[in-house]
């Protein structure tokens, strides 16, 4: 079954730094796709960035990029340049498997950007 | 992007009566929906998987007779949770689901059960 670890519960950082947020999976499908999703407190579930197992490079979209290493099963989210409106909880998730097409979630970080 | 509503945003019902919420997909055709559930600074738990035209798959641990989904049309599936208590207070989120990988999310409902 899958299951995604994101090992840190909370995270702080200073404005215009980059930070990176950890998630690692675990899966035994050959084909699938992991996730980024960000929630701030209105709750909506606002999609960042995809990456699917077979691509060959890091998924990349603006401020946000996918650090895949398949190796290690680890896709951690960087933000580079945070700002304030950054502040919020990150969950990181991937597909179910089979052709549903579920989403499996970690238990989130929250991110606080300080000015 | 997509977009996906769902109505109500917020609701507060008394305990056993039942509770509509709707999950509409705004611009284009979903086959499919997921219901998802969050607590309070949980993370989000699949609750079901809607098709049009056909019977919910429920997850493991959810009661089919107390959640009711149906899924009309292309466009619009709906979450009924029957004779409501407090513990089914949540914050509950639909997604629809495009081609290839995109899903897209609505903005969520919170439901107090008072």
């Known amino acids: 079954a899958q299951k995604i670890t994101q090992t840190q519960p909370g995270m702080f950082v200073q404005e215009k730094e980059a930070v990176t947020l950890d998630c690692t999976y675990d899966?035994?499908?050959?084909?699938?796709?992991l996730f980024w999703y960000k929630q701030p407190s209105s709750g909506e579930m606002i999609f960042l960035i995809y990456?699917?197992?077979?691509?060959?490079q890091n998924a990349t979209e603006g401020r946000y990029s996918l650090n895949f290493q398949k190796a290690r099963k680890s896709a951690n989210l960087v933000i580079s340049a945070s700002q304030l409106g950054d502040s919020a909880m990150y969950f990181c998730?991937?597909?179910?498997?089979?052709?549903?097409?579920?989403?499996?979630f970690g238990k989130g970080t929250k991110l606080s950007v300080k000015p | 992007g997509a977009v996906v509503s769902q109505h109500p945003s917020w609701v507060i019902c008394k305990s056993g009566t039942s509770v509509k919420i709707e999950c509409r997909s705004l611009?284009?055709?979903?086959?499919?929906m997921f219901w998802y559930r969050q607590f309070p600074k949980q993370s989000l738990m699949l609750m079901a998987t809607?098709?049009?035209?056909?019977?919910?798959?429920?997850e493991q641990g959810v009661e089919k007779d107390k959640f009711l989904i149906n899924h009309a049309s292309l466009t619009l599936s709906t979450l009924t949770v029957t004779s409501a208590h407090p513990e089914d207070s949540s914050f509950y989120i639909c997604?629809?689901?495009?081609?290839?990988?995109?899903?897209?999310f609505g903005p969520g409902t919170r439901l107090t059960v008072t």
């Open positions: 997604s629809a689901q495009r081609p290839r990988y995109e899903q897209y």
């Open positions: 899966t035994s499908d050959q084909s699938y796709g």
């Open positions: 809607s098709n049009e035209g056909s019977k919910a798959t429920y």
């Open positions: 990456q699917g197992s077979y691509d060959e």
């Open positions: 998730a991937m597909d179910g498997g089979g052709s549903q097409g579920n989403l499996i």
């Open positions: 611009d284009f055709q979903a086959t499919t």
